[in-house]
């Protein structure tokens, strides 16, 4: 088998990146590649445990400083656990976030030094990235109503809009600089449209 490719979907809240993960695992599926869908923060026993914590709502707050040191700490634990294992053994991974929310979340959003990012993004993945990053847009307003909507909301669905604008802000602009690997999808219209753009975005991609 030839080797697994590594595919990550970012995004705003609402951008419906985990119904889109089935979606990609099922068109590569049928065309005979093994998939492993997986997730950030989280992916692996230790990473999940780190999950739990980085959601949690803290009476003290969590900080950007903490929060990027979490982040990262489980990415290092999903990369070593899980990701890079099924890449070898010729698996694709399809990844919900991975390092470029980082740069939206706690770079643009909290206001984080990029250069604090990029330092711990170089300790933890030195020269490995996606092959393909998959940024589903949508604008904050419609994200959060939809992320709310479903009832499940965490501390980041309960951030302000000018937050999310930023975050979104960010995606776009990493999006424009960061060349072929990126793929931005246009999140907003109804699903069955939004998966005709990716199932075109996959077939001239992969």
């Not at 992916?43 to 979490?70: D, F, H, N, T």
């Not at 919900?96 to 250069?115: H, I, M, N």
């Not at 009832?151 to 309960?158: A, I, L, M, Q, T």
């Not at 990126?182 to 907003?188: G, N």
Request: with cysteine; proline share 4%.
């Amino acid at each position: 088998m030839s080797a697994g490719r590594f595919i990550t979907l970012e995004g705003g809240e609402g951008a419906g990146k985990s119904t889109h993960a089935a979606f990609i695992r099922d068109w590569l599926q049928a065309r005979g590649r093994e998939v492993l869908l997986t997730r950030e923060p989280g992916g692996s026993p230790l990473a999940e445990e780190i999950r739990r914590v980085v959601l949690q709502g803290w009476a003290e707050g969590v900080g950007a400083e903490s929060e990027v040191l979490l982040m990262f700490a489980a990415r290092a634990a999903h990369l070593r656990a899980t990701v890079l294992p099924a890449l070898a053994a010729g698996r694709d991974v399809v990844c919900d976030r991975f390092v470029d929310s980082s740069y939206a979340y706690q770079g643009a959003g909290k206001g984080l030094d990029e250069r604090h990012i990029a330092a711990l993004e170089s300790l933890v993945l030195g020269d490995f990235r996606p092959q393909l990053t998959l940024v589903f847009d949508l604008p904050p307003e419609q994200g959060l109503a939809r992320a709310r909507g479903r009832g499940e909301v965490n501390r980041f669905e309960d951030e302000s809009l000018a937050y999310m604008a930023r975050v979104r802000e960010c995606f776009l602009r990493r999006a424009a600089a960061g060349g072929a690997r990126y793929q931005v999808i246009d999140a907003a219209p109804p699903l069955e449209q939004v998966r005709e753009s990716l199932r075109l975005a996959l077939e001239s991609r992969l």
